[in-house]
């Protein structure tokens, strides 16, 4: 079992740095990577069929015999969370957590700004953990046509700019020195982001706090790969063509995936999996 595959699990392809991340810190560990290009983007889509997708998906990892898993999208972790840990007897990592204990621990001025889809930000799923801290101000903006950028392989364009600054010119004016970027796919947009807020407004992303998460999960599940264990990296996505993930993959990652499998996940009704 140790050797068994991590499972990730996005919309698409932002959460390859989730998973880019965890296998700088963890290079012994397999990765099972499905992306669900058939049903991306998440953001603008209702809850329920957020849950019902992901929840086909996560089915589908387990199913293939993963150790655990990694809900690396945002919009995911804030519709299913509850239920996928309920629903499964591997553990369930998430995006959100991380990068809300890195904020907090990072503001100096207590004043946090979080990014996301609409359907992150509408779930207040990151305002409601940091507003928890009385201490803390915070402002939140939904940002859907960057997933939109990432997706089509956009990362900098004069459109991309005029785009931050219109979603970003609130949180600037609001002072915040930290700005929370509650998207997977936003850390391809790291440049422009960056730019538009300032030198002086630090940006966290969940990728490397999660894969610390990752860690400490297998380690106190004693579920860590063996040391002579020989990595394998799968790369599965839910759309009817593997060309346009493979193409976009390797321009945004800059390493080489080499091939993806595709996959059709989910019945038309979603059957209770028996508890565990």
Do not use: W
């Amino acid at each position: 079992m140790n050797d068994a595959p991590i499972g990730i699990f996005d919309s698409g392809v932002g959460g390859l740095t989730v998973a880019r991340a965890i296998s700088q810190l963890l290079p012994r560990e397999s990765l099972l990577y499905i992306g669900d290009t058939a049903h991306s983007p998440y953001g603008p889509k209702p809850i329920a069929d957020v849950r019902r997708y992901g929840l086909e998906v996560l089915d589908t990892l387990v199913d293939e015999g993963v150790k655990m898993l990694v809900v690396a999208c945002n919009t995911a972790s804030a519709a299913l969370l509850r239920d996928a840990r309920e629903r499964y007897d591997v553990p369930v990592v998430e995006v959100i957590g991380p990068a809300v204990r890195t904020a907090i621990s990072t503001t100096r001025n207590r004043r946090i700004g979080v990014i996301g889809t609409v359907g992150t930000i509408g779930s207040r799923a990151y305002q409601d953990m940091l507003e928890v801290n009385a201490t803390l101000s915070v402002f939140a903006a939904s940002c859907p046509r960057f997933v939109e950028f990432v997706e089509a392989g956009v990362t900098q364009s004069d459109e991309v700019l005029a785009v931050a600054e219109e979603y970003l010119a609130p949180l600037r004016a609001a002072g915040i020195d930290t700005l929370v970027l509650g998207c997977t796919h936003y850390p391809f947009l790291e440049g422009a982001i960056s730019y538009v807020m300032g030198e002086d407004v630090t940006l966290v992303s969940s990728d490397t706090e999660t894969a610390k998460d990752v860690y400490r999960q297998l380690v106190s599940r004693s579920l860590l790969a063996s040391p002579d264990a020989t990595p394998r990296h799968v790369y599965e996505a839910t759309g009817d063509s593997a060309e346009h993930f493979l193409a976009l993959a390797d321009r945004l990652m800059g390493r080489g995936i080499s091939s993806v499998r595709l996959v059709q996940t989910g019945a038309i009704t979603l059957p209770p999996r028996p508890a565990p």
